[in-house]
């Protein structure tokens, strides 16, 4: 178990609707990182959050949006949802600067979206 | 624009053969390199950080080494158990942030 939770472990949904995906970090840690996995693709990131604060977009679609609350939990809004956005979506989170292993993800078992 | 490359893309072996999986990066500013193990519909696992040329790791029958160019995993007379999906990642500094990015990953399949 890495500490990191995302619920919900699966969801199913139509087009054009919107969802929400859940992360908890491990205890401590401040960063939380959000990735899309496809079968075909490896892991893409989308977006980096420290400490409440976005800090890095990779891929990330404008349909897409994050955040980070003061409770370091992190959400991530899939709107206006289309089938090609049916993915496996993982969050990550890693300890603070200055700490021992700050540069390691540790990832949860992630989010299965169907959008049919 | 940072990029990894993993190859095999797929790996079967037969219990007790050993291997290796490469890893080739391009990359501006190595800040580390990563390996984790992905079990199918679970997330990925760390496995090994590298953070300079002619460093390496071990843990039980696998061996982490890195050059200038490429790391590779060696793995040491792998049982089935050690079937998974194993990605290396990238760090660099870049844009005024660190940045991750990973290769597709080594599908291994261990044959008892």
Do not use: M
């Not at chain 1, 472990?9 to 859940?22: D, E, F, S, W, Y």
């Not at chain 1, 996995?37 to 989308?46: A, K, V, W």
């Not at chain 1, 990779?58 to 897409?64: A, Q, T, V, W």
């Not at chain 2, 089935?80 to 990642?89: F, I, W």
């Amino acid at each position: 178990d890495s500490g990191v939770t995302q619920t919900p472990k699966h969801l199913i949904t139509a087009t054009g609707q919107r969802v929400t995906l859940r992360c908890s970090p491990r205890s401590g840690d401040l960063s939380v990182y959000w990735y899309q996995q496809s079968l075909d693709q490896g892991l893409q990131f989308l977006i980096q959050y420290y400490n409440g604060e976005e800090r890095a977009k990779g891929n990330i679609l404008e349909r897409f949006s994050a955040q980070q609350f003061p409770d370091l939990h992190s959400e991530l809004n899939l709107s206006s949802l289309e089938l090609g956005d049916s993915a496996l979506y993982f969050c990550a989170s890693s300890p603070a600067p200055g700490t021992t292993n700050k540069n390691i993800q540790y990832f949860g078992a992630g989010t299965r979206l169907s959008v049919l | 624009e940072d990029q990894v490359t993993q190859s095999p893309e797929a790996l079967r072996l037969q219990e007790g053969e050993s291997s290796s999986l490469n890893c080739s990066y391009t990359v501006s500013g190595l800040r580390g390199l990563f390996w984790y193990r992905q079990d199918p519909g679970k997330g990925p696992e760390f496995l090994f950080t590298l953070y300079s040329a002619g460093e390496e790791k071990e843990k039980e029958r696998l061996k982490a080494t890195l050059t200038k160019k490429e790391s590779f995993l060696h793995i040491t007379a792998p049982k089935p158990e050690d079937s998974a999906t194993y990605l290396c990642a990238v760090q660099a500094y870049s844009g005024g942030y660190q940045k991750v990015t990973f290769g597709i990953g080594t599908k291994l399949q261990v044959i008892p």
